[in-house]
């Protein structure tokens, strides 16, 4: 019985890994919306529409009567790891397409007043590696191992503006939901025992904020802050009853529960814009508090009720990122056109390396974007390059570069990766309409 518990808690705490997935602290970098990841990301000094809700609620303050905003964002590419402790190393994922969208609308009840909400996706993971195993046989097992991590908030807003000294300030409610989709068909063995995977686990979590301040301290220079408090999601099954015998390890009768908590971090924002005539200068610096994710406890309980926990280690470092990017406004301000860079440092652990994560390095994304501007209505499409590898040394000897060894690893963190080379390339396409009743001057 000892063996079974093994292999189902080993087949359980692979679900611990998929949290990094496309994104180092759970988070894209390069999600929303068009017209501000042509420059780069960077949002929190200017943002002037619907999309404040994401970026920094007290932009709502600069809306006339109402605004509405839609973003539609297609993120393609894959991944090279070594998702497996005793598998292959160095295998490349499967392609992956993963469409995501914000809309956004916010009204002005008041001369100081505006209210608003958007829903979009925060944060996601996704993606499948197809390698072969050895059974207890002796023969090869093809394996297909696939994730598919959502996280969605829906967050209403309200800001407050005074214009006479140019401030305006935002606070946003947020409502996350989280689920999981887990699967692996035919995984390695556990001497004749299977440990398939099949989980569907989901959650909500009712203590998220935003809040943020825009300062236009002259009409060429502004500032902006945006924080955002962390989240704690549980999952389970609750909401996903039907499972495959029963079992969200695929174990038969094995398991009748289980359950982990989605931790997204706190992020602190400031930003500084500048314009100059038909020329804007916009960087943002962000810090994530990324180190609230050090490991997380996986629960299942078994047909008799009795409960067992085994710790997933993620071991992740704070990060930081800087946003830089320019805009400039030709055919009598109409058309925008849009540069941008972003640098986010090192969060993920070389020790503990996941298949599905961003690499233990430091990534760097190039945007361009272009625009029309009609007046009350805008349009934008823009494109994002993010990219990164590095190599992971095998042990021995212990250094700054190296995994654990297969031994520790398959002890501490049996859902983690191994030695090999990592690396990841994402390709961002993007496109916004917004409409504005009534453009307040800015």
Same mark, same amino acid.
């Given at each position: 019985?000892?063996?079974?518990?093994?292999?189902?808690?080993?087949?359980?705490? *692979?679900?611990?890994?998929?949290?990094?997935?496309?994104?180092?602290?759970?988070?894209?970098?390069?999600?929303?919306?068009?017209?501000?990841?042509?420059?780069?990301?960077?949002?929190?000094?200017?943002?002037?529409?619907?999309?404040?809700?994401?970026?920094?609620?007290?932009?709502?303050?600069? =809306?006339?009567?109402?605004?509405?905003? =839609?973003?539609? /964002?297609? +993120?393609?590419?894959?991944?090279?790891?070594?998702?497996?402790?005793?598998?292959?190393? #160095?295998?490349? #994922?499967?392609?992956?397409?993963?469409?995501?969208?914000?809309?956004?609308?916010? +009204?002005?009840?008041?001369?100081?007043?505006?209210?608003?909400? *958007?829903?979009?996706?925060?944060?996601?993971?996704?993606?499948? &590696?197809?390698?072969?195993?050895?059974?207890?046989?002796?023969?090869?097992?093809?394996?297909?191992?696939?994730? /598919?991590?959502?996280?969605?908030?829906?967050?209403?807003?309200?800001?407050?503006?005074?214009?006479?000294?140019?401030?305006?300030?935002?606070?946003?409610?947020?409502?996350?939901?989280?689920?999981? %989709?887990?699967?692996?068909?035919?995984?390695?063995?556990?001497?004749?025992?299977?440990?398939? =995977?099949? +989980?569907?686990?989901?959650?909500?979590? @009712?203590?998220?904020?935003?809040?943020?301040?825009?300062?236009?301290?002259?009409?060429?220079?502004?500032?902006?802050?945006?924080?955002?408090?962390?989240?704690?999601?549980?999952?389970?099954?609750?909401?996903?009853?039907?499972?495959?015998?029963?079992?969200?390890?695929?174990?038969?009768?094995?398991?009748?529960?289980? #359950?982990?908590?989605?931790?997204?971090?706190?992020?602190?924002?400031?930003?500084?814009?500048?314009?100059?005539?038909?020329?804007?200068?916009?960087? %943002?610096?962000?810090?994530?508090?990324?180190?609230?994710?050090?490991?997380?406890?996986?629960?299942? /309980?078994?047909?008799?009720?009795?409960?067992?926990?085994?710790?997933?280690?993620?071991?992740?470092?704070?990060?930081?990122?800087?946003?830089?990017?320019?805009?400039?406004?030709?055919?009598?301000?109409?058309? !925008?056109?849009?540069?941008?860079?972003?640098?986010?440092?090192?969060?993920?652990?070389?020790? &503990?390396?996941?298949?599905?994560?961003? !690499?233990?390095?430091?990534? &760097?994304?190039?945007?361009?974007?272009?625009?029309?501007?009609?007046?009350?209505?805008? =349009?934008?499409?823009?494109?994002?390059?993010?990219?990164?590898?590095?190599?992971?040394?095998?042990?021995? !000897?212990?250094?700054?570069?190296?995994?654990?060894?297969?031994?520790?690893?398959?002890?501490?963190?049996?859902?983690?990766?191994?030695?090999?080379? &990592?690396?990841?390339?994402?390709?961002? @396409?993007? +496109?916004?309409?917004?409409?504005?009743?009534?453009?307040?001057?800015?």
């Amino acid at each position: 019985m000892r063996g079974l518990w093994l292999a189902g808690l080993i087949a359980l705490v *692979a679900l611990g890994t998929v949290s990094t997935a496309r994104a180092g602290g759970y988070d894209i970098p390069i999600l929303y919306s068009a017209r501000h990841i042509g420059a780069g990301g960077t949002a929190v000094a200017g943002v002037h529409d619907s999309s404040a809700v994401f970026h920094n609620p007290a932009g709502m303050g600069h =809306i006339g009567k109402a605004n509405l905003l =839609i973003d539609v /964002t297609i +993120l393609t590419g894959d991944l090279r790891a070594t998702p497996y402790i005793l598998g292959p190393q #160095s295998i490349q #994922s499967e392609p992956v397409v993963a469409p995501f969208g914000l809309l956004g609308a916010s +009204l002005r009840v008041h001369e100081y007043i505006t209210i608003g909400g *958007a829903a979009y996706p925060v944060a996601a993971a996704s993606g499948e &590696y197809r390698y072969q195993l050895p059974d207890p046989s002796g023969t090869s097992v093809d394996v297909v191992d696939s994730t /598919t991590l959502l996280f969605l908030e829906a967050s209403p807003a309200i800001a407050v503006n005074f214009d006479k000294i140019g401030l305006r300030i935002g606070l946003g409610y947020r409502l996350t939901f989280v689920t999981l %989709d887990r699967s692996r068909n035919s995984p390695p063995a556990l001497g004749a025992i299977p440990s398939n =995977i099949d +989980l569907n686990l989901s959650g909500f979590s @009712f203590l998220g904020f935003r809040v943020g301040f825009q300062w236009s301290i002259t009409e060429y220079l502004a500032i902006g802050f945006n924080y955002r408090t962390k989240t704690t999601t549980k999952v389970d099954e609750s909401g996903n009853p039907n499972r495959t015998s029963g079992s969200p390890a695929g174990l038969g009768q094995l398991f009748t529960d289980a #359950s982990t908590e989605f931790v997204l971090p706190a992020r602190l924002t400031t930003g500084i814009r500048f314009d100059w005539e038909q020329f804007t200068f916009k960087t %943002d610096f962000e810090w994530g508090f990324n180190s609230q994710n050090d490991r997380a406890v996986i629960s299942v /309980t078994d047909a008799a009720g009795d409960t067992q926990t085994l710790d997933n280690v993620f071991d992740w470092s704070d990060q930081w990122t800087l946003r830089v990017g320019t805009v400039y406004r030709v055919v009598k301000d109409r058309v !925008p056109i849009r540069l941008g860079f972003i640098y986010d440092s090192k969060t993920t652990s070389f020790q &503990y390396p996941s298949g599905f994560s961003t !690499p233990p390095k430091a990534t &760097y994304s190039a945007t361009v974007g272009l625009g029309y501007d009609h007046g009350p209505w805008e =349009i934008n499409v823009a494109y994002a390059r993010r990219f990164a590898k590095v190599t992971i040394d095998e042990p021995p !000897p212990p250094g700054p570069t190296t995994s654990l060894s297969q031994a520790q690893l398959l002890g501490e963190c049996p859902a983690c990766g191994y030695a090999g080379d &990592y690396r990841f390339r994402i390709n961002g @396409f993007y +496109l916004d309409f917004s409409y504005d009743w009534e453009v307040k001057p800015r």
